[in-house]
C-alpha cells in the first residue's frame, strides 16, 4: 500500500521558518520527481515546488522562489520543503505528491497524495 505522510505544519509568524517532510512508504519514488502543493479555502490546488528523482533538478513557482527549498533522501524515501520568509498569504494545507511523468506544476498529473499538513502564518 502506497502511502504519503506530511508532517512539520504548524503556526508561525511572518518571517518564519518551518521545514515540512513527506514520508513515502509502501513503494520507492528514487525515479519519481516528487512536488510539492498547497490550497487553501477556496481555491485551487497550487504548485509550490517539484524535484526530479536524482535531485539533480528543482522548479518552483515564482511565488515561492527565493524562499522555499525542496530537497529530498532517497535513502529515507521523504521528500521535504525548507520554508523561510513567511508571509500570510502561504497560509494553506500543504500537500505532498509523486508522479510519473516527469516535471509539471498540474495537479492531474501527480498520482499519489498525502494527506496534507496545516501551514499558518499570522502576521
Known amino acids: 500500500q502506497v502511502q504519503l505522510v506530511e508532517s512539520g505544519g504548524g503556526l508561525v509568524q511572518a518571517g518564519g521558518s518551518l521545514r515540512l517532510s513527506c514520508a513515502a512508504s509502501g513503494r520507492t519514488f528514487s525515479r519519481n520527481w516528487m512536488g510539492w502543493f498547497r490550497q487553501a479555502p477556496g481555491k485551487e490546488r497550487e504548485f509550490v515546488a517539484t524535484i526530479s528523482g536524482s535531485g539533480g533538478s528543482t522548479y518552483y513557482a515564482d511565488s515561492v522562489k527565493g524562499r522555499f527549498t525542496i530537497s529530498r533522501d532517497n535513502a529515507k524515501n521523504t521528500a521535504y520543503l525548507q520554508m523561510n520568509s513567511l508571509k500570510p498569504e502561504d497560509t494553506a494545507v500543504y500537500y505532498c505528491?509523486?508522479?510519473?511523468?516527469?516535471?509539471?506544476?498540474?495537479?492531474?498529473?501527480?498520482?499519489?497524495w498525502g494527506q496534507g499538513t496545516q501551514v499558518t502564518v499570522s502576521s
Open positions: 505528491g509523486v508522479t510519473n511523468y516527469g516535471r509539471t506544476a498540474q495537479p492531474r498529473a501527480y498520482d499519489y
